[in-house]
């Protein structure tokens, strides 16, 4: 899940494990939510992206759900490797006009071989 | 480049000096944004530029923080009287913005360290 201050909540797993990131957020009206992986000294990249309209999409190894009636987001990633190791941030689109993404305080995900 | 360029990648000013962070968006792309990422935090929304339309502003925290964006491509974040609260990694990304959510391409980012 998300948090506050400096210090990420980070999720340790073992190499080929399964692992599952969690995100709440906040508006009930935001209608696209979306995951990036950002590694030190990178930019964030895109992993998966879910419409409102949807409660789950996958991906090569990576699977989102959404829970619009607790306001859940999810990321599973399958056969988890070394080079998965990153901070994961959800972020949501609360305006529907246009693409201003509000991002939570991410998730470092540690990998060990 | 294919990618979402910024430059520098580092910055190092003293305290009460000006500067400029440059972001130029993938081609093509209508939609700019800055985003502010302080140490071991989420992305702080600043500025977003969309075709002619006037700019959203609404994230720049103090009226030192401006941006411009020329011909509707390269964009310029400037920091007037920088502080040391405003070190950071200033992150510029791009998209096509077709309305109702769109993907955003990121740069690797500005590091700003303010002494």
């Known amino acids: 899940g998300e948090s506050v201050g400096l210090h990420l909540p980070t999720l340790s797993v073992q190499e080929g494990d399964n692992s599952i990131i969690n995100c709440a957020y906040s508006n009930s009206a935001s209608d696209y939510f979306i995951w990036y992986k950002q590694e030190s000294g990178k930019g964030p990249q895109f992993i998966i992206d879910?419409?409102?309209?949807?409660d789950k999409r996958q991906g090569q190894r990576v699977t989102v759900l959404l829970n619009k009636t607790v306001k859940h987001l999810s990321l599973q990633i399958a056969a988890t490797q070394p080079g998965d190791s990153a901070v994961y941030f959800c972020?949501?689109?609360?305006?529907?006009?246009?693409?201003?993404?509000?991002f939570g305080k991410g998730t470092m995900l540690l990998v060990s071989p | 480049g294919a990618g979402v360029s910024q430059s520098p990648s580092n910055k190092v000013t003293e305290k009460g000096k000006d500067v400029e962070l440059r972001c130029d968006p993938i081609s093509g792309h209508t939609a700019l944004y800055w985003y502010r990422q302080s140490l071991g935090q989420g992305l702080e929304f600043l500025i977003y530029?969309?075709?002619?339309?006037?700019?959203?502003k609404s994230g720049l925290p103090s009226d030192r923080f401006s941006a411009e964006r020329t011909g509707g491509s390269v964009s310029t974040l400037t920091i007037q009287r920088t502080q040391q609260e405003d070190s950071a990694v200033y992150l510029c990304?791009?998209?096509?913005?077709?309305?109702?959510?769109?993907?955003?391409?990121f740069g690797s980012g500005t590091q700003l360290s303010v002494l």
């Open positions: 879910i419409r409102s309209n949807m």
């Open positions: 530029f969309q075709g002619n339309s006037a700019p959203d």
């Open positions: 990304a791009s998209s096509f913005d077709r309305g109702g959510g769109e993907k955003l391409f």
């Open positions: 972020a949501e689109n609360r305006n529907s006009g246009y693409s201003t993404l509000t």
